[in-house]
């Protein structure tokens, strides 16, 4: 069920409109009383109440008090006594746990502490004691020192919380690390204190209450470098190098005493965590990475794996000499080969986005070569400037093979002009914006670009195209109050209105205080009129003069273009001139009405308007309108002609407590059914409204005609479509009305032989066209109650409503009775079903049975149809010489008459008062939900 959506007008109107079918059984207000009652509060005695119960006597004597314990006569205790008592019980109570502590040589050099891996010196992971004893600072300050036993040291019964672990390193200065070693996926690089000279790592530890918390420290003295060498074999100096350890890139010094020969330093050799080592090396200008190679320490020519991975190269440090060693990358740099680049920098003046010297452009001339490179940066950073050919391109010769970028230089601002590459481009649909460097105005354009083996080229064009709309009325007044976008390459740019006198209605796109450049190939624009406006025509000029040539337009529906080949010039701003014309506008009035006598169409003076409501439409241009009144009748104006539809907002039936009596289904969604009322002449023609939800951002109608933006989501209403036409000045506003209706159908079928259920019995609810599933209240009941595809409890409008039961072989229908909520017994007509589709005549059979609505009541009312059903009885043979009783063979004399309600002498009467009750309870419901809301 969907959450609840009560407006006043639902609260008002609908619950005046139920509470006035005053005439429900009385089991109606037991039902209403029954949903609206709450629990008597629950009173409490005054010994529940009371906080301090007095106690039961007991026979057993009363304890004299100890001549130590305070008596209320006695003098308080002495403050520093009782802090004195307090704190003795706090140490007493204190938690304490215990910290085992090993600390060994990492000689496998993986960061674990596993003695049965073996080095490359034939040493495994060994446990190191003649450290000194680790230290402990306490969560409560306090120092303890381990006591060994073993191999291992012991801090027993600390106080348990956060504290410090402090262990010596083996030597001064230092010349090894310390890490914890404890989680082996997780290697963690010890805090050190103070200075490289201070003898202790520390590291965080907290003490459980009552458990051995462990701690397990490795000791290493790795360290990691790398020689960087020339082709030649030379030293390379002043080489950018990156040393990898522990996740972490840490910058690499070139030794003062060994040139080409790099370390990470921190004053001091700083040593490593073990895993695996990594380096990356930043060749200078005209070289790359050629060969690199590891060995297990420095000095040592055994050589050891090196693998290549994201640009860096990695050795694994148990393939380290030992664990107090360097390993060392040899990095052999190569001289790159080079190539040419030639660059065809090219004004273009056809404006077509392509370097093409055979078409003219408007003002005489063709494409032509500029000189606006700049220079030329290298991968390695070097700067190279070049040379003009005979032909006019730019070439930089001797360019290192790999990525490089080329700079050009815009005449005056950065933002004045674009540059574009439009290399191997066919068309302007394949070229790409040249960004620029920065955003400041005198940055350069830069082009990447890939040199290749054998020489590459590039080939950049340059434009200042602009682009404005002028937006005018079709009286020539200027548009003041339009939205206008431009766009090229795929992007849309915001228009601005120009400030300056004579400037009004002349609309261009603007970016850091600049005219926005478009790319060649096309311009478009798109305009939002205002409302009762349309775009009547769009030209364009060659340039913004009023005076120059037309250019062609493209429409392409809400979207207008010109080329900018039919500019005036690659530097010009062609512009677009769209005018605005009124539109022919509509105008509603939607009449909202409850149907008081249920005959489908709206009567003055007797059918219920709806005040209150909301009421929205969506024309024919797709433009959402909403509105409301006070009087149920609701206006639109100003909306497109064409076809339209009317959305009239309908109560929700809100959740409530359950009812006794009421079926296990689902109250319906919607309180009331709703039909077009505009055209019909009676409520045979009645076809119920779709009920749906909607949500859409329009514009909302005041009382007074004024308009306001409007947000609506979820609404809960019944739709209309409806033709409008455009107002004349002899014409009124096109009517339309919506009826409403709450009109709920029961049965309850009975054998009037053993005044019991007829197993195997089923119903259908009629409503003129439109059917109901008959859904039984309980298995076996005989009680059934029209429901929708949905399992909610079906509301009908007004129509011709009717049953068709349908009961198992051996069984006849004897009567069919119809009564009102109120207790009025209704003209039934018998007639056989009609199906609607020769297909569905296979499946039809038996006989509907019918009521006129001005019989039930409206606009909230129902109809309990009572259906009684007997045994067929068949004549048995007659046998020749054997009287039969007059009787046999014939049904029971005379029609089944339905006795009085409370009479007792039925059951399937008692059945049916049940149904009545039933039909009476939820109408009930819905009037206890409406006054609640």
Known sequence: MRNARITGWGAAALAAVLVTTAAAPAGASVLADAATETPAPIETSEREASSSPEPAPSDEPTEAPAEDAPTDDAAPEPLAQRAERTVSAALAAAAVGDLTVTVFEDRYQDGVFDSSKVGRTGQSDAIRQYLGAPTLVASDGSTWTATAVGDTWFFDDVPAGDARLQVQYPTLPVNAMLFDATDPANLRKLTQVGSSWDPRAEASVTIGDGTNTARTIGISGLRAVADVKLPDGTPATGVTVELGANGQWLPATEYDFQPGSYEHLDGVYVYLLPGEFGVRVTAPAGYRVGEVTAVSSGGNIDPIPVTSRDGAYWLQTTDASTYTSNPTFTVTLEELPTADLRVTSFDDRYADGVFDTSKTAKDGRTDEKNTRVSRLVTAQGAILTPTTAANGDQVFEDVPVGEAKVYFVHPNSAFDSIFFDTTDAESADEIERVPNESTSAYSQAVATVAVEDGGSALEVGFTALRATAEVEYAGGAPASDVTVELGSDGQWYPATEYDFAGGEGTYEAFANSYYVRHLPDEIGVRVTAPTGYAIAEVTARENNDPGAAEIAVRDDGAVFWLDTADAASYFSAPTFVVTLEEIPTASVDVTYFLDVELDGVYASGTDTTVP????????????????????????????????????????????????????GLELPEAALAVWDATDLASY?????????????????????????????????????????????????????????????????????????????????????????????????????????????????????????????AGYRVV???????????????????????????????????????????????????????????????????????????????????????????????????????????????????????
């Open 612 to 663: 209150g409501a909301e009421v929205y439409l969506q024309d024919a241009a797709g433009r959402w309108w909403a509105t409301t009144s006070l009087d149920g009748t609701y206006a639109f104006t100003g909306i497109a002609p064409g076809e339209a539809t009317v959305y009239v907002e309908i109560p929700e039936t809100a959740e409530s407590p359950e009812v006794p009596g009421l079926p």
């Open 684 to 808: 045979r023609d009645v076809e119920e409204a779709e009920t749906t939800t909607i949500s859409f951002e329009g514009t909302s109608i005041g009382a007074d005609g004024t308009t306001t933006p409007i947000v609506v989501d979820g609404a809960l209403v019944g739709a209309i479509p409806t033709e409008v036409v455009a107002d004349t000045e002899t014409s009124d506003a096109a009517e339309v009305f919506v009826g409403g209706a709450m009109v709920l159908q029961t049965a309850a079928v009975v054998d009037t032989t053993s005044l019991e259920a007829v197993p195997g019995a089923e119903v259908q609810f009629l409503a003129n066209r439109a059917t109901a599933t008959g859904e039984e209240l309980a298995p076996g009941s005989g009680a059934f109650i029209a429901a929708d595809g949905d399992g909610e409890v079906a509301v009908f409008g007004a129509a011709e409503y009717g049953i068709r039961p349908t009961v198992p």
């Open 815 to 933: 009567e069919v009775v119809a009564v009102s909520l109120s207790g009025d017994v209704l003209d039934v007509t018998e007639q056989q079903a009609t199906p609607a589709t020769a297909r569905a005549a296979l499946f039809a059979a038996g006989t509907e049975y019918r009521v006129a609505p001005e019989q039930v009541g409206g606009p909230a009312g129902g109809i309990v149809w009572a259906v009684a059903v007997a045994p067929i009885t068949v004549a048995p043979p007659v046998v020749p010489g054997v009287d039969l009783p007059p009787t046999v063979g014939l049904p029971a004399a005379g029609p089944a008459v339905l006795p009085a309600t409370g009479s007792g002498q039925d059951a399937w009467a008692l059945a049916f008062g049940a149904s009545l009750l039933l039909a009476a309870g939820i109408g009930a419901r819905l009037i206890v939900r409406r006054r609640s809301a």
